[in-house]
């Protein structure tokens, strides 16, 4: 079993940025899908960002224009570059890979984000 780790939670003011990164030690191979979901309190967990490994991106709505991912395959990381925050970004982010189409996907530990006025 690999393990997955995030980093770059923390608290920001809106209006600020913060960047999350997410490694995969242990994992071979270039993964088919990396990205980032959250979950607030009382809300549903929910997609944020996904990348895939031909480099198709998806956003949600509610951070396009406001958020960027990348990855790197070689070291088999992703990061999420989050700027123009807002109070409804609060929440914790999780990072999720999935090594290919038939594999079931693997979270990580999950990274508080909180955004303040």
């Known amino acids: 079993q690999a393990q997955i780790l995030e980093s770059g939670g923390g608290l920001a003011q809106a209006g600020g940025s913060l960047r999350l990164s997410c490694s995969a030690p242990g994992f071979a191979g270039t993964l088919e899908i990396m990205g980032w979901y959250r979950q607030a309190p009382g809300r549903q967990r929910e997609l944020v960002a996904t990348?895939?490994?031909?480099?198709?991106?998806t956003y949600a709505d509610s951070v396009k224009g406001r958020f960027q991912i990348s990855r790197d395959n070689e070291k088999n990381t992703v990061s999420l570059q989050m700027n123009g925050l807002r109070l409804e970004d609060t929440a914790v982010y999780y990072c999720?890979?999935?090594?290919?189409?038939?594999?079931?996907?693997?979270w990580g530990q999950g990274t508080q984000v909180t955004v303040s006025s």
């Open positions: 990348i895939t490994n031909r480099d198709t991106i």
């Open positions: 999720y890979i999935r090594r290919h189409r038939f594999a079931a996907g693997g």
